[in-house]
C-alpha cells in the first residue's frame, strides 16, 4: 500500500486564531509525522475571510518552522461568493486546494457548490498550478466529478476526500464507507475526513481498506478519546501516528506526499 498522508487542520471554526501558537503547535505535528496543513482564509478571531493576509501570515509561520504542503481551503459556509472564496489561490506557496464537488445540508446550514462555481474553482487551481484535494460529502458528488471530467482536464491521480460525520451528509459507519469506497474509480486516490469524530475505529478501519491520506485536526474533532479532549492538535497527531504504525503502515514525508500527488 500507499504510504499514508496525513493532512493536519488545525483550527476551529469561529475560535480565535494566534499565528505563532498554531505554529508550535503544527511543527510538533509535523515532527510526528505530518506533511500537509489545511487551513481555511480567516481572520484572527477565527471568522472567515475573504482578505487572505491573516492566512498567509499563518502559513508563512509555519513555514518557519517546519517543512509542510501548503494546503488552502476554498470551502466553508459562509456569505462569501466562489471568487472570493478562491482568493487564497493567489498565495504561490498554496501547493493543494480543498474542491468542493458539490452542495450538502450541513445540520441547519446549506453548503452551496453549483456546477458553475465547481467549474470556475477548478479552473482557477489549475490555472495557479495547484493540485485540487476533491472533498465529496455523499455518493452522487463522485459521479458529478467523473461527469465533469468531460468538461475539466483534471489530473490523474484524482484525489478523494470522503467526509463524514456532518448532519445529512454519509456518516462514520462501516457501511458507508465501504459504498463509498467502492465507487471510488481505480485511478484514483482516496482519503478520509471525520469530522465529530470522538473515538478512533472508523479512521482505523480506512487506514486498513488503503486510504492514501487521513485529515486530522481541530477544524473536524478536538476528542482524543470518547471522554477527553485535547489541549493541542500535535496530541492528536500522537495518537494518530501509533495507530497507524501499529497497522504496520507509513506515513509520507512531505516530500514524498508532493510526489504521490503530483505538485513536484
Known amino acids: 500500500m500507499d504510504k499514508i498522508i496525513v493532512s493536519i487542520a488545525p483550527c476551529k471554526a469561529g475560535e480565535p ?12 505535528c509535523a515532527n510526528l509525522g505530518a506533511s500537509m496543513v489545511h487551513l481555511h482564509c ?6 472567515l475571510s475573504a482578505d487572505t493576509s ?3 501570515k499563518c502559513f508563512e509561520k509555519i513555514g518557519e518552522k517546519a517543512d509542510l504542503v501548503f494546503q488552502a481551503s476554498t470551502g466553508g459556509v459562509s456569505d462569501m461568493n466562489i471568487k472570493e472564496r478562491c ?3 493567489f498565495y504561490q506557496r498554496v501547493e493543494s486546494a480543498s474542491l468542493n464537488a458539490g452542495s450538502t445540508n450541513m445540520g441547519n446550514d446549506v453548503y452551496i457548490n453549483s456546477e458553475a462555481e465547481i467549474m470556475y474553482c477548478s ?13 465529496v460529502f455523499d455518493i452522487g458528488m463522485i459521479h458529478n466529478i467523473e461527469r465533469l471530467k468531460t468538461k ?9 476526500n470522503l467526509v463524514f460525520g456532518h448532519l445529512g451528509g454519509m456518516q462514520a459507519q462501516p457501511e458507508d464507507l465501504t459504498a463509498f469506497r ?3 474509480p481505480g485511478n484514483a486516490r482516496w482519503g478520509v475526513t471525520h469530522y465529530g469524530r470522538d473515538n478512533w475505529t472508523f479512521l482505523a478501519m ?22 477527553k479532549e485535547a489541549n493541542y492538535n500535535y496530541q492528536l497527531m500522537e495518537r494518530l501516528s501509533s495507530i497507524i504504525r501499529a497497522m504496520g503502515r507509513e506515513m509520507a514525508t512531505p516530500q514524498e506526499a508532493r510526489r504521490m500527488m503530483g505538485v513536484l
Not at 17 to 28: F, G, R, T
Not at 123 to 135: F, L, V
Open 54 to 56: 491573516y492566512m498567509k
Open 87 to 89: 482568493n487564497p489561490l
Open 182 to 184: 467502492s465507487l471510488i
Open 152 to 160: 475539466i482536464p483534471f489530473r490523474e491521480p484524482v484525489y478523494y
Open 206 to 227: 480506512a487506514i486498513a481498506m488503503g486510504a492514501s491520506t487521513v485529515r486530522i485536526g481541530f477544524e473536524d474533532s478536538a476528542w482524543i478519546s470518547e471522554t
Open 42 to 47: 480567516r481572520l484572527p478571531d477565527g471568522s
Open 17 to 28: 486564531v494566534c499565528a505563532e501558537k498554531l505554529a508550535e503547535d503544527v511543527k510538533q
Open 123 to 135: 479552473k482557477m487551481i489549475y490555472e495557479h498550478k495547484i493540485i485540487p484535494d476533491i472533498e
